[in-house]
């Protein structure tokens, strides 16, 4: 493609797409921690919730509450998370994280972050410049209007 190439949106779309995907698959292959995606995934959002319900949890990672059932029960056996009852609910699950699986997160973030600042190291500063530039445009198109 030369400079003079001007691309339609939906040509745009496209290549965003791709490139967005091949990069998180990228990522998600410097290292899990020896789990799965999707443990890793809810490792990382009971993190941030804190001490979601099972049933928040699979909604929010979008799985069946069996599915998020095994994931969880994994985790807890790992030592990567707790099971606690609701004291206002019993019959309802709290899921928090453990000392253990906070470590791990930092490790898989810092794997994460060492492969982008290798990658990023290869660029010009000029492509650095632009790099950073991405990233705004990045942030503000996952802004909801």
Do not use: Y
């Not at 493609?1 to 490139?19: D, H, K, W």
């Not at 609910?89 to 994280?97: A, E, L, P, T, Y």
């Amino acid at each position: 493609m030369t400079a003079q190439t001007v691309l339609t949106n939906e040509e745009v779309a496209t290549r965003l797409r791709i490139a967005v995907n091949r990069l998180q698959r990228r990522l998600r292959q410097q290292s899990l921690e020896g789990l799965s995606p999707a443990q890793a995934s809810a490792l990382g959002t009971v993190n941030r919730l804190g001490r979601p319900s099972l049933g928040e949890l699979a909604s929010i990672e979008q799985v069946q509450p069996p599915s998020m059932t095994r994931i969880v029960a994994n985790l807890a056996a790992s030592g990567m998370v707790t099971r606690e009852a609701d004291p206002s609910d019993r019959r309802s699950v709290r899921v928090c994280i453990t000392p253990a699986g906070e470590r791990a997160l930092e490790r898989i973030r810092t794997a994460k972050n060492a492969f982008l600042l290798r990658r990023l190291g290869d660029l010009s500063a000029d492509e650095q410049r632009r790099a950073e530039e991405l990233v705004g445009l990045l942030e503000h198109l996952l802004v909801e209007p």
